[in-house]
C-alpha cells in the first residue's frame, strides 16, 4: 500500500535585491516586488494542487517597510483557504540587511489563485488536511476573507460606470 503524500502547503523563496530592481529614490520597485509576490505566490498554489494556476486577485497587499538595494528577501507563502477551484495564499515578505544583521517585515498580502486544465478552464483542487489548530484558525480566516472579498467585489460592480459613459465626461 502506497504511503499518503504530504500536501505542499508552505513555499519559501529568497532573492536578493539587486540594482537594475531599483527605482528612483534607490528603494526597490514596488512593481518589481509585485511580479515577485505573484511568482512566488504561483509556485505555492501550483504545488499544492499539482496543476497550473492562474491569479484571480490579490489584495491587502500591505507595505510596512521600504527594501532597499542588497537586501535578501523571502517570501513566505502558505495556503490559508481551499474552495471547489480556488485557494487564498498568504504571502509575508520579510527582509534582511545582512551587513546590519537586521531583519524587517515588509510586506504582507494575499492572492486567490485558481486551477486551471490545459484549456484554461477551472478544475477541483484538493481538499486542504489540517496539521495543526494554527492551519485550522488559518482556514477559517481565509474563509472570511473570501466572503468578505465576494462581498467587495458584489459592492463594486454596483459601483462600476461603463467606458462609454467616461468617454463623454472627456469629450
Known amino acids: 500500500m502506497k504511503e499518503k503524500s504530504k500536501q505542499e502547503k508552505t513555499l519559501l523563496m529568497t532573492r536578493l535585491m539587486t540594482p537594475d530592481m531599483s527605482n528612483f529614490s534607490g528603494k526597490v520597485h514596488g512593481g ?3 511580479k515577485l509576490l505573484d511568482e512566488a505566490a504561483f509556485t505555492c498554489a ?3 494542487c499539482k496543476t497550473y494556476v492562474v491569479t484571480k486577485s490579490l489584495d491587502q497587499v ?3 517597510n521600504p527594501i532597499e538595494v542588497g537586501d535578501l528577501v523571502t517570501f513566505k507563502c502558505n495556503v490559508n483557504y481551499v474552495g471547489k477551484t480556488s485557494m487564498e495564499v498568504g504571502v509575508r515578505v520579510e527582509g534582511e540587511r545582512i551587513r546590519e544583521k537586521k531583519e524587517y517585515h ?3 498580502s494575499y492572492f486567490t489563485m485558481v486551477s486551471v486544465n490545459e ?3 477551472p478544475m477541483e483542487v484538493p481538499r486542504l488536511n489540517f496539521e495543526s489548530d494554527i492551519e485550522e484558525k488559518l482556514f477559517e480566516a481565509g474563509k472570511m476573507r473570501c ?3 465576494k462581498e467587495i467585489q458584489a459592492r463594486n460592480k454596483k459601483l462600476h460606470v461603463s467606458l462609454e459613459n467616461w468617454i463623454k465626461i472627456w469629450s
Open 32 to 34: 518589481t516586488i509585485l
Open 46 to 48: 501550483s504545488r499544492y
Open 62 to 64: 500591505e507595505f510596512k
Open 106 to 108: 515588509a510586506i504582507s
Open 119 to 121: 484549456e484554461g478552464k
Open 147 to 149: 466572503a468578505m472579498r
